[in-house]
């Protein structure tokens, strides 16, 4: 497989990256997720907006403009042949002697990027998945995407020994989203999430529901909610790149709505499709 490293395309196996890269030592930088559909990378743009914005508010500049990592995305697609996946693209603040400090402008942030073939999670997105709830203990930047995820790892572990797919968090009974996904719930036929202020991550897929939501004339607010509100909600779904729009079942081991997915969140999947057909 090709990847990207910096401005050049190559294989995987010839890749090399510094000990002391501050990714590696510090988490210092900002990643990207996007979604390949039928070998086209979906909302592309939005992506690299955030993630030049990520950069920007962790005081970094990016070593290459919009239009030369749009054209980064097309290559990595085309060389891998790539159809149905996903690109990972990250910027670290570069590699010198590990210093907290940041390093001087002689050294320049390292770009990494590779593409990953996988297949949309039908089975999941049909029948819907179990999540549980634990509390949300990252720092207050969580609008950053940024690559230290040592909390939403523990998270997302957590709901695995649990048998369950996603971890929803909360601070003191505050929803805020999930380990790696935003969160809603739908109570009499209005959905609810939490604004987008530093304690998420804005989703790009958010996004496109709340867009959605708008030109459908489907009720919904950005608003904070709480654990009981969860707990008693008639529908809830998690959203992101990979999880599209996914139905949470159950939740703590409690059965939400009926146990199957319901008609808002249904309809909401049907909308995406059209988006990403
Ligand atoms: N995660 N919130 C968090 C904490 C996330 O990590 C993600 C995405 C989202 C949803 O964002 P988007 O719709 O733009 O994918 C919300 C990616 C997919 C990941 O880390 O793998």
């Not at 294989?11 to 990714?23: L, Q, Y």
């Not at 990972?88 to 590779?114: C, E, S, W």
């Not at 709340?210 to 529908?235: G, M, R, S, W, Y």
């Not at 790149?241 to 996914?246: C, D, F, I, K, R």
Request: hydrophobic share 40%; net charge negative; with cysteine.
């Amino acid at each position: 497989a090709k990847v990207l490293v910096n401005d050049q395309l190559i294989e995987r196996t010839e890749a090399v990256i510094d000990i002391e890269d501050r990714g590696y030592q510090f988490g210092d930088g900002v990643y990207e997720v996007i979604r390949i559909y039928d070998g086209m990378a979906f909302t592309a743009d939005e992506h690299l907006d955030r993630f030049f914005h990520s950069a920007e508010k962790i005081k970094m500049e990016m070593p290459f403009d919009k239009q030369q990592m749009l054209q980064f995305i097309e290559q990595l697609i085309k060389e891998n042949n790539l159809q149905d996946g996903s690109i990972y693209m990250q910027v670290t603040r570069g590699a010198t002697a590990r210093n907290h400090l940041f390093p001087g402008k002689d050294i320049k942030p390292v770009l990494t990027a590779y593409t990953k073939e996988v297949a949309r999670p039908e089975e999941k997105l049909e029948n819907g998945v179990k999540a549980m709830v634990t509390e949300d203990i990252r720092w207050l930047r969580c609008d950053i995407k940024s690559l230290n995820l040592l909390p939403n790892v523990l998270a997302k572990q957590e709901a695995k020994e649990q048998d369950c797919y996603e971890a929803i968090l909360h601070r003191n009974g505050t929803v805020t989203e999930g380990s790696s996904s935003n969160a809603y719930i739908i109570k009499d036929g209005k959905i609810i999430t939490h604004p987008a202020t530093n304690l998420i991550l804005n989703g790009i897929t958010r996004q496109v529901i709340l867009q959605l939501c708008q030109a459908n004339q489907i009720p919904v607010a950005e608003e904070e909610f709480h654990l009981d509100d969860l707990k008693t909600a008639d529908e809830i779904f998690v959203s992101s790149t990979t999880s599209e729009v996914m139905p949470i079942v159950q939740l703590d081991g409690q059965s939400i709505g009926d146990g199957k997915p319901g008609p808002l969140t249904k309809k909401l999947q049907s909308l995406f499709l059209e988006k990403i057909e």
